[in-house]
């Protein structure tokens, strides 16, 4: 089993920048491949960024360029960088994986980017 707890939202200004932090639990982090959603009100959750055990990436095309995911398998955490943030980027951000079949999401943090 793991747990997933992330950390870093808040209010920014557009083109402004935040440090999305998950922190996991348990002892399989590096066998995990780690996901980061986004839900915005009235919306559906989307995929945003991924990163695999071997450190491949994708990205949504709506972030690609500006946001970076990455993991660091000691600490047994994974990030999203976020640069050039507009107004759209605003939601709720969860950190997820699937293993052993099933689906494991933290409880996510919040990212408002207004002025």
């Known amino acids: 089993q793991v747990q997933f707890v992330e950390s870093g939202g808040d209010l920014v200004q557009p083109g402004g920048s935040l440090r999305l932090s998950c922190a996991a639990s348990?002892?399989?982090?590096?066998?995990?491949?780690m996901d980061w959603y986004r839900q915005a009100p009235g919306k559906q959750r989307e995929l945003v960024a991924e990163?695999?055990?071997?450190?491949?990436?994708i990205y949504a095309d709506s972030v690609k360029g500006r946001f970076t995911i990455s993991r660091n398998d000691a600490q047994n955490t994974a990030s999203l960088e976020m640069n050039s943030l507009k107004p759209e980027d605003t939601a709720r951000y969860y950190c997820?994986?699937?293993?052993?079949?099933?689906?494991?999401w933290g409880q996510g943090t919040q990212v408002t980017v207004s002025s």
């Open positions: 997820h994986s699937y293993h052993n079949r099933r689906d494991y």
């Open positions: 348990g002892s399989i982090f590096s066998s995990l491949v």
């Open positions: 990163i695999g055990t071997g450190g491949n990436t």
